[in-house]
């Protein structure tokens, strides 16, 4: 019983261990901002709404984002009257309806964009007096963009925040900026990628995690599953084997 009890606790250890640490279901999701991709885009001059949605966040009160792509594959489209006025541009870029859900924003503001480098920087919104901010998932902002010629252009979240190098800024009503998870969008002119590693890693490991567990419960009932007591003709028959 003493090896039995051994390879049982050696089995449970394994399979924690290769269930839960390569995916980390166990880790509190961090809120998350993304931007939508486009794929499949051949069409020069066609123009596209690229939206950055905000999920698992509580309390947003102030957003502030940095953003670049490639230049001479696309650029933010210009001219409508109700976009980011700017240096005396009108972009075509529009506060979504997350905060303003709430109560009434500031509006967005915005410190530089360079459509020719391909830079925008401090794209952001807030509220203009003290409060709570909303809490869950919707849609911070909305882009327009013009497709300029075939290719692949990465659409990069990459600042502005100090705290968390590389990252956007997302603040609490109290004055806290919250770490975030970045999922940046792309516009290509081939279809989308068969598998994300991004996404699809945690899962596919913890998903074998599973598997592995439930092989090694198996294992476990077939190992300390009790013998059936055999029957007497069963008996005799054994007893007659020299």
Not at 175 to 194: H, L, Y
Not at 224 to 236: A, C, G, T, Y
């Amino acid at each position: 019983m003493g090896k039995k009890l051994l390879l049982f606790i050696v089995i449970i250890i394994t399979a924690i261990v290769v269930s839960i640490l390569p995916g980390e279901p166990w880790r509190p999701s961090l809120p998350k901002v993304s931007v939508t991709s486009l794929y499949n885009a051949t069409e020069p001059g066609t123009t596209f709404m690229v939206n950055i949605t905000v999920s698992n966040v509580t309390n947003l009160y102030l957003w502030v984002i940095n953003m670049s792509w490639d230049p001479t594959v696309i650029k933010i489209t210009t001219g409508d009257p109700a976009g980011l006025k700017k240096s005396g541009v009108y972009y075509n870029i529009y506060e979504g309806s997350f905060l303003k859900s709430l109560r009434s924003t500031r509006g967005l503001l915005v410190s530089k964009i360079n459509n020719t480098a391909g830079t925008m920087k401090s794209l952001s919104c807030a509220f203009p007096t003290p409060g709570d901010g909303p809490s869950g998932s919707g849609v911070i902002a909305s882009i327009n963009f013009t497709l300029l010629k075939k290719g692949t252009s990465k659409i990069d979240i990459n600042g502005p925040s100090a705290k968390n190098p590389g990252q956007c800024v997302l603040q609490n009503s109290g004055g806290t900026e919250m770490a975030v998870d970045i999922v940046d969008g792309v516009v290509s002119d081939g279809g989308p990628p068969f598998f994300s590693l991004q996404i699809g890693f945690g899962f596919i490991a913890t998903v074998t995690g599973i598997i592995v567990l439930i092989l090694e419960i198996a294992g476990l009932v077939i190992l300390f599953r009790r013998p059936e007591p055999l029957s007497e003709e069963d008996e005799e028959a054994f007893e007659g084997i020299p």
